[in-house]
């Protein structure tokens, strides 16, 4: 980089060479089962996994290289939008539920490997629900520094989308990725 400027009819220049450099990362993502579980609360739930520690519904785990020399954190975060509607028992009428924000918290995870399981209660009080669920998790570095300001940055993301068809006969659910 170069700068040129011109001070009091005095003319200064003067250049930089940066070297930048940045961990090489890689996501991996892998789906478990989907199921209708009856949980204690006695509800009926539409999940993404069972929720054992063999069968989650979304499993990442994360490889990445440091530059040599460069050291640094890594942490998780998930951004999720759920799209859903329901048509009330009752009256008929269709109720949604959309937004957008952090799933559960802020990082999601810090640890290597995380998981998710998606999922959305089955109850008689509506005669039928379609999800059309979105999100983003995103694997996070912040470099090791003198403690001056370094902030994280996102090095991968793996976009979601969770489709279900129709409560309560559920006609299909399936998870898609893009990396």
Known sequence: ??????????????????????????????????????RADGNQWLQYGTGTPTDKGISFSRTITLPSGFLGDTQWAQIYTPNRRRQLTVNGVWESLTGAGLDTRYPYSSA???????????TLDFVEKTVSDTGQM????????????????????????????RCPKWEYLELCFQQ
């Open 112 to 122: 290597t490997a995380t998981d998710d399981s998606p999922d959305t209660i089955l």
């Open 138 to 165: 995103y694997l996070m570095f912040q470099p090791f520094g003198t403690g001056s300001g370094e902030i994280w940055v996102p090095l991968r993301k793996v976009n979601l989308e969770l489709v279900s068809g």
């Open 1 to 38: 980089m170069q700068i040129s400027l011109k001070v009091n009819g005095v003319s200064f220049t003067a250049s930089a060479t940066f070297n930048v450099k940045r961990p090489v990362a890689q996501i991996t993502a892998q789906t478990g089962t989907i199921s209708i579980a009856t």
